[in-house]
T-cell receptor
Framework: EDQVTQSPEALRLQEGESSSLNCSYT??????LFWYRQDPGKGPEFLFT???AGEEKEKERLKATLTKKESFLHITAPKPEDSATYLCAVVKSSNTGKLIFGQGTTLQVKP | ETGVTQSPTHLIKTRGQQVTLRCSSQ?????VSWYQQALGQGPQFIFQYYREEENGRGNFPPRFSGLQFPNYSSELNVNALELDDSALYLCASSLGGQHNSPLHFGNGTRLTVT
C-alpha cells in the first residue's frame, strides 16, 4: 500500500535552533515529491518539488533533500514566522494529478 | 495573476442534506483537483477534472461528484451528507499535460455537518 509518513508530528524550536523534518514514503513508481507549508485556516502553499534521489532545493531558510526512501526538510536558524504545518506529498507515475499526503509536521518556533 | 478562490469559506449543513462547493482556478490553469482534509490530517484526494472530464478519482463514494466548466472553474457536490463529511475541502489547480506541475491550493471551504 502506498504510504507517506512524516515525523515528528510536532516540533518546538527556539528561534535560531536548526532542525530537520522527515518524510518517508513507500510508493511504487514515484514521479515526484512535494513539500507544502500550511498556515492555520489556509490552504497549502507550494514550496518545492524534488524528482530524483540526490536532488536538493533551497529557499531562504529551508532546504529540501531526497533519497530513494525519504526526504528531509532542513530549517536553518528558524524564525517565529516559520511556524506552520509542513506537508509532504508524493505523486505516482500512474496519475500525475493525485498527490498522496503525509499527516504533516506542526512546527512552532518560539522567540 | 489571480490565485485559486473558493466559496463559501464556511458552511453548516444537517446530516442528509446536499451541498455544492465552488472553485475558480488560477489564471492559465486548466486542471482542477479536489481534496478533503480532516482536522489534524493531510489532505486526501477526491478527484481531478481536466478538460471538463473526470481524470482520476480517490477512494470516495459516488455521492461525491463534480463538474468542470469551460472556463475551468469547478464544483464539488456531496449528497446525503454524513457527520464524517465535516472537513476542510480544498480545491487546487494546475497546468494539465505537464507532469509534476505543482498544485496551487485555495484556502478551502470549512464544512460542518450536524
Amino acid at each position: 500500500e502506498d504510504q507517506v509518513t512524516q515525523s515528528p508530528e510536532a516540533l518546538r524550536l527556539q528561534e535560531g535552533e536548526s532542525s530537520s523534518l522527515n518524510c518517508s514514503y513507500t510508493v511504487s513508481g514515484l514521479r515526484g515529491l512535494f513539500w507544502y507549508r500550511q498556515d492555520p485556516g489556509k490552504g497549502p502553499e507550494f514550496l518545492f518539488t524534488l524528482y530524483s534521489a540526490g536532488e536538493e532545493k533551497e529557499k531562504e531558510r529551508l532546504k529540501a533533500t531526497l533519497t530513494k526512501k525519504e526526504s528531509f526538510l532542513h530549517i536553518t536558524a528558524p524564525k517565529p514566522e516559520d511556524s506552520a504545518t509542513y506537508l509532504c506529498a508524493v505523486v505516482k507515475s500512474s496519475n500525475t494529478g493525485k498527490l498522496i499526503f503525509g499527516q504533516g509536521t506542526t512546527l512552532q518556533v518560539k522567540p | 495573476e489571480t490565485g485559486v478562490t473558493q466559496s463559501p469559506t464556511h458552511l453548516i449543513k444537517t446530516r442528509g442534506q446536499q451541498v455544492t462547493l465552488r472553485c475558480s482556478s488560477q489564471s492559465g490553469h486548466n486542471t482542477v483537483s479536489w481534496y478533503q482534509q480532516a482536522l489534524g490530517q493531510g489532505p486526501q484526494f477526491i478527484f481531478q477534472y481536466y478538460r471538463e472530464e473526470e481524470n482520476g478519482r480517490g477512494n470516495f463514494p459516488p455521492r461525491f461528484s463534480g463538474l468542470q466548466f469551460p472556463n475551468y472553474s469547478s464544483e464539488l457536490n456531496v449528497n446525503a451528507l454524513e457527520l464524517d463529511d465535516s472537513a476542510l475541502y480544498l480545491c487546487a489547480s494546475s497546468l494539465g499535460g505537464q507532469h509534476n506541475s505543482p498544485l496551487h491550493f485555495g484556502n478551502g471551504t470549512r464544512l460542518t455537518v450536524t
